[in-house]
């Protein structure tokens, strides 16, 4: 009798098991089917979406098109006026630097200038002056003597040739100190 109350249980266990290895493969059935319904809707769905697009797609372009185009106006206005207000900036910058430079040039020849009286070196118009003054002389010599006019003015014409070095050496000495006072600058 115990061997047929273990076979009567062993019978119900299986037939436990049958019964819930049949819930449990229609369970897994339904999950199946429900995750390949979902998997199509979303298919369909993404189709639509695509279908969708198509469909809108010109639209919404054209739509983004003309946001673009008042953009690129407002960016290129802003660009202008960005570029007119640098422009008039840099205009105010070179007329002050040209100024500044002038006054620096008038120092510099005031000093070379200064310089130049310290040393007894005649100015230009110092040395034109006595030309003209030797010229006169050699005239009246000339009227006196004759011959002597030509010799002399020539000799004036050469000499009064030579009279701006003294303007020119004092250019020179003037733009060396400004390479060097921009150089130590820098």
Do not use: C, H
Not at 90 to 99: E, I, L, N, R, T
């Amino acid at each position: 009798m115990t061997e047929k109350k273990t076979v009567k249980k062993t019978l119900k266990k299986k037939a436990s098991v049958k019964k819930t290895t049949s819930n449990e493969s229609v369970k897994k059935t339904n999950v199946a089917d429900n995750i390949m319904g979902s998997a199509n809707e979303i298919w369909l769905a993404g189709l639509g979406a695509f279908a969708k697009a198509q469909q809108e797609g010109v639209k919404i372009f054209n739509k983004l098109v003309d946001e673009g185009k008042g953009v690129e106006q407002v960016i290129r206005e802003s660009s202008q006026t960005a570029t007119k207000e640098v422009k008039s900036t840099v205009d105010k910058v070179k007329g002050k630097a040209s100024k500044s430079w002038d006054k620096l040039e008038n120092i510099f020849e005031s000093r070379v200038e200064k310089t130049l009286q310290k040393l007894d070196i005649p100015t230009s118009e110092e040395i034109s002056a006595l030309l003209a003054k030797v010229e006169a002389l050699a005239t009246e010599v000339s009227k006196l003597t004759g011959s002597y006019v030509d010799d002399v003015k020539s000799a004036v014409k050469k000499t009064a040739s030579k009279a701006p070095v003294a303007k020119k050496i004092s250019k020179k000495v003037a733009k060396k100190a400004t390479t060097k006072t921009t150089a130590t600058k820098e």
